[in-house]
């Protein structure tokens, strides 16, 4: 969620060597974690899930399963201590190629696990070059526009209206109509903006420089054919920025405040009724919903996808793809392995499956023992009704390609400078590019 704040993991050169520095040293400290096993969390919001679901494993096991969550936007900085410590987690998170190229030497060889031999896709494990798996998918999330529907419908009844239903809303030059003349009304519709506010506080913008980037390089790769490249021209540079402007200028805050905004303020200001879309993703019903004063019903919110203004987007459904894989520390003790292999083949093949998903971690999950199950939460449920939905494209999260948390954490300053108006567009442009390939040519 990520979502990292909710998602960063990083694959610089720099952690690189931090890495290399650990795995040297680490081959004796595994003591703290013989016998038991050390989740370390990167999903704030299911802390708590997490802790009961071990709970649940400690009374039928015996084994303590010991849930560690590092703070919004630090989990890369978490992880590299955590693993140098005599008692260093025994699971942990991969987001991806990137990540892996970073923490192959601590990752176990899984291939031959009963999870991942369940694996109704095989495609989703993480593997290197020669097919080695050294990471399992915990769940398939999807992210879009977030809406209410009670707002929107409040929308739809008055005077003048551009639309009158949700389903007239496709592509972005109608979008931007709607919103532009909700923010208009917004007096009328008693709300203080059509979108929450733009969270650019750093560790706080991940929806914007990773979430929301991935759209231009998504299409972009599309167009090209491929699913990497050490280079990227940023052809749809205006579409990623009309997108953002038009989440800046039809807030509940001016651009010049979104600096000092957090996603925590964000999900308040469509919690209370502030606003009616947000960009968030599956994961963001518990943030909603255990807001105080929560004024979203559970019937009224739904997912709509995020549109740029690209030829034929009317098309498209919602982002869906995975980055949270699990890795069983290599670096640990043969107990403690086993013992968290043990645990992952319950949560992921057995009852476990059935607690994920009740407990609102997973909606979607690529293993059988989820195939029966019904989404606890009601953006789960859309994100399961998206990927049923064969008559739209996916957007592919390409963002796992991103050279390195370090160029997301750039653009993202880069992103608050121009929201502030200290920059130009061009100067995020530029650093798209150019930070890209030089983050590429150090992987």
């Given at each position: 969620?990520?979502?990292?704040?909710?998602?960063?993991?990083?694959?610089?050169?720099?952690?690189?060597?931090?890495?290399a520095t650990l795995a040297a040293c680490?081959?004796?400290?595994?003591?703290?974690?013989?016998?038991?096993?050390?989740?370390?969390?990167?999903?704030?919001?299911?802390?708590?899930?997490?802790?009961?679901?071990?709970?649940?494993?400690?009374?039928?096991?015996?084994?303590?399963?010991?849930?560690?969550?590092?703070?919004?936007?630090?989990?890369?900085?978490?992880?590299?201590?955590?693993?140098?410590?005599?008692?260093?987690?025994?699971?942990?998170?991969?987001?991806?190629?990137?990540?892996?190229?970073?923490?192959?030497?601590?990752?176990?060889?899984?291939?031959?696990?009963?999870?991942?031999?369940?694996?109704?896709?095989?495609?989703?494990?993480?593997?290197?070059?020669?097919?080695?798996?050294?990471?399992?998918?915990?769940?398939?999330?999807?992210?879009?526009?977030?809406?209410?529907?009670?707002?929107?419908?409040?929308?739809?009844?008055?005077?003048?209206?551009?639309?009158?239903?949700?389903?007239?809303?496709?592509?972005?030059?109608?979008?931007?109509?709607?919103?532009?003349?909700?923010?208009?009304?917004?007096?009328?519709?008693?709300?203080?903006?059509?979108?929450?506010?733009?969270?650019?506080?750093?560790?706080?913008?991940?929806?914007?420089q990773t979430h929301l980037a991935n759209?231009?390089?998504?299409?972009?790769?599309?167009?090209?054919?491929?699913?990497?490249?050490?280079?990227?021209?940023?052809?749809?540079?205006?579409?990623?920025?009309?997108?953002?402007?038009?989440?800046?200028?039809?807030?509940?805050?001016?651009?010049?405040?979104?600096?000092?905004?957090?996603?925590?303020?964000?999900?308040?200001?469509?919690?209370?009724?502030?606003?009616?879309?947000?960009?968030?993703?599956?994961?963001?019903?518990?943030?909603?919903?255990?807001?105080?004063?929560?004024?979203?019903?559970?019937?009224?919110?739904?997912?709509?996808?995020?549109?740029?203004?690209?030829?034929?987007?009317?098309?498209?459904?919602?982002?869906?793809?995975?980055?949270?894989?699990?890795?069983?520390?290599?670096?640990?003790?043969?107990?403690?392995?086993?013992?968290?292999?043990?645990?992952?083949?319950?949560?992921?093949?057995?009852?476990?499956?059935?607690?994920?998903?009740?407990?609102?971690?997973?909606?979607?999950?690529?293993?059988?023992?989820?195939?029966?199950?019904?989404?606890?939460?009601?953006?789960?449920?859309?994100?399961?009704?998206?990927?049923?939905?064969?008559?739209?494209?996916?957007?592919?999260?390409?963002?796992?390609?991103?050279?390195?948390?370090?160029?997301?954490?750039?653009?993202?300053?880069?992103?608050?400078?121009?929201?502030?108006?200290?920059?130009?567009?061009?100067?995020?442009?530029?650093?798209?590019?150019?930070?890209?390939?030089?983050?590429?040519?150090?992987?």
């Amino acid at each position: 969620m990520r979502p990292i704040s909710r998602r960063l993991m990083l694959g610089g050169s720099a952690v690189l060597a931090v890495a290399a520095t650990l795995a040297a040293c680490s081959n004796g400290s595994s003591s703290g974690s013989e016998n038991g096993v050390y989740l370390l969390n990167f999903k704030p919001e299911a802390e708590e899930a997490l802790k009961t679901i071990a709970s649940a494993y400690k009374d039928k096991t015996g084994v303590e399963v010991k849930i560690v969550t590092a703070a919004s936007g630090t989990y890369q900085q978490t992880l590299q201590t955590e693993v140098a410590k005599s008692n260093p987690p025994t699971i942990f998170n991969i987001n991806g190629p990137v990540g892996l190229v970073t923490w192959k030497d601590y990752a176990l060889d899984l291939s031959g696990t009963e999870f991942v031999k369940a694996l109704t896709d095989t495609s989703m494990a993480l593997t290197d070059e020669s097919g080695v798996v050294y990471g399992s998918p915990l769940g398939i999330e999807g992210y879009g526009l977030i809406y209410n529907a009670a707002i929107l419908n409040k929308y739809f009844a008055l005077e003048g209206a551009k639309v009158t239903s949700v389903d007239e809303i496709k592509g972005f030059a109608k979008l931007k109509e709607v919103v532009e003349d909700m923010q208009a009304k917004k007096a009328d519709l008693g709300i203080e903006g059509a979108f929450a506010c733009t969270s650019l506080t750093s560790g706080e913008d991940w929806r914007w420089q990773t979430h929301l980037a991935n759209y231009p390089v998504f299409y972009e790769f599309r167009d090209k054919g491929v699913t990497d490249a050490k280079e990227v021209d940023l052809t749809y540079s205006d579409n990623y920025k009309q997108i953002f402007d038009l989440y800046l200028n039809n807030s509940t805050v001016a651009p010049s405040a979104a600096a000092a905004k957090t996603v925590t303020d964000s999900m308040a200001d469509f919690a209370l009724g502030k606003c009616a879309f947000v960009q968030n993703g599956n994961w963001a019903w518990s943030q909603i919903s255990e807001v105080e004063g929560n004024t979203v019903a559970e019937g009224d919110i739904h997912f709509m996808p995020i549109y740029i203004g690209v030829n034929g987007e009317e098309k498209s459904g919602i982002a869906l793809g995975t980055e949270n894989y699990l890795a069983v520390n290599s670096q640990v003790s043969e107990t403690a392995q086993k013992a968290s292999i043990d645990f992952l083949t319950w949560l992921l093949t057995g009852e476990g499956a059935k607690m994920l998903v009740d407990n609102s971690v997973v909606s979607v999950s690529p293993y059988p023992a989820f195939s029966e199950l019904t989404p606890a939460d009601p953006l789960g449920k859309e994100t399961a009704q998206f990927l049923a939905n064969k008559e739209l494209y996916p957007i592919n999260w390409v963002f796992q390609t991103f050279p390195s948390q370090e160029f997301k954490n750039q653009l993202g300053s880069h992103l608050a400078q121009y929201a502030s108006g200290k920059e130009d567009w061009t100067a995020v442009k530029d650093y798209f590019v150019s930070g890209w390939a030089e983050g590429k040519s150090k992987a």
